[in-house]
């Protein structure tokens, strides 16, 4: 009879397994998606995009051969300065939304970390719309914009040479982008903007009345091109209405 204690045995989920794989399967492409998140985040706060710690840039770690379910999303903590955010401050999620890796405290000495509170409408775009990075901007124009007609659900613009740029549409389509309510946290505007997003597939934007808008590409390369029309868009919209010219 053998006389030795035991060895405990741990059973380790297949899914924690799965993650370990697939993260270091990722590594490379994880290293480099981080710094792009914290250099677009500079770069779209020198725009006004991200001001005041608002607004936030999330992009999916694009690597040949791995699956669309097994991709990592990189997101930027809640709160911060995001022209001052590093690499090493963001946060790496799932695609189901499980957050895998987090910030070092050392990082937050008086104030424990959080992921983005955008994090759950980030979600939901990747979800639907197949999406590899979306943008989150606080742009005055694309505040303002939402506020031209403040009963209508829909911002309309056309025959601009811009509206190009916009995934799907050329020069002689009207763009229609839907506008929600804004609502006092960001966990509350999911269920809108889904609706937003069902009601309007041709559309690669959602406007938030009196605050900002989502807008979403294939790519990183393709979210920001069209980020830079739709505000190029707003903001002709607001001159033009200045000027007392239709748009
Ligand atoms: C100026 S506060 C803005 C926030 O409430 C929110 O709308 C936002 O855009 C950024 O949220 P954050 O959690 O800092 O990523
Ligand atoms: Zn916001």
């Known amino acids: 009879m053998n006389s030795s204690p035991q060895a405990e045995v741990f059973e380790v989920p297949a899914e924690v397994f799965e993650a370990a794989y697939w993260l270091r399967v990722q590594s490379n492409s994880l290293k480099q998606t981080k710094a792009l998140v914290s250099e677009l985040s500079l770069q779209f706060y020198k725009l006004g995009w991200l001001s005041g710690?608002?607004?936030?840039?999330?992009?999916?770690?694009?690597?040949?051969?791995?699956?669309?379910?097994?991709?990592?999303?990189?997101?930027?903590?809640?709160?911060?300065?995001?022209?001052?955010?590093?690499?090493?401050?963001?946060?790496?999620?799932?695609?189901?939304?499980?957050?895998?890796?987090?910030?070092?405290?050392?990082?937050?000495?008086?104030?424990?970390?959080?992921?983005?509170?955008?994090?759950?409408?980030?979600?939901?775009?990747?979800?639907?719309?197949?999406?590899?990075?979306?943008?989150?901007?606080?742009?005055?124009?694309?505040?303002?914009?939402?506020?031209?007609?403040?009963?209508?659900?829909e911002f309309r613009i056309r025959n601009m040479e811009m509206i190009k740029g916009i995934q799907g549409h050329g020069y002689h389509d009207e763009l229609v982008v839907p506008i929600i309510e804004n609502a006092p946290s960001e966990g509350q505007l999911v269920e809108s903007l889904t609706k937003a997003i069902r009601g309007y597939p041709k559309s690669t934007a959602v406007l938030v009345r009196r605050h900002g808008v989502f807008i979403w590409g294939d790519t990183w390369i393709s979210a920001k091109t069209q980020a830079e029309c739709y505000h190029y868009l707003f903001a002709a919209a607001i001159k033009l209405r200045q000027l007392g010219l239709p748009y």
Do not use: W
Not at 102 to 131: G, Q, W
């Open 53 to 153: 710690t608002g607004g936030s840039v999330t992009l999916k770690v694009h690597e040949h051969n791995v699956p669309k379910q097994n991709q990592f999303i990189v997101m930027s903590p809640s709160g911060v300065q995001k022209d001052r955010m590093s690499p090493e401050d963001t946060y790496v999620l799932s695609s189901g939304g499980s957050i895998l890796s987090l910030p070092p405290t050392k990082s937050y000495p008086n104030n424990p970390p959080k992921c983005t509170d955008c994090a759950p409408l980030f979600l939901k775009v990747y979800e639907m719309c197949n999406a590899g990075a979306v943008i989150h901007s606080h742009g005055l124009d694309a505040c303002l914009v939402t506020m031209i007609n403040s009963s209508s659900n």
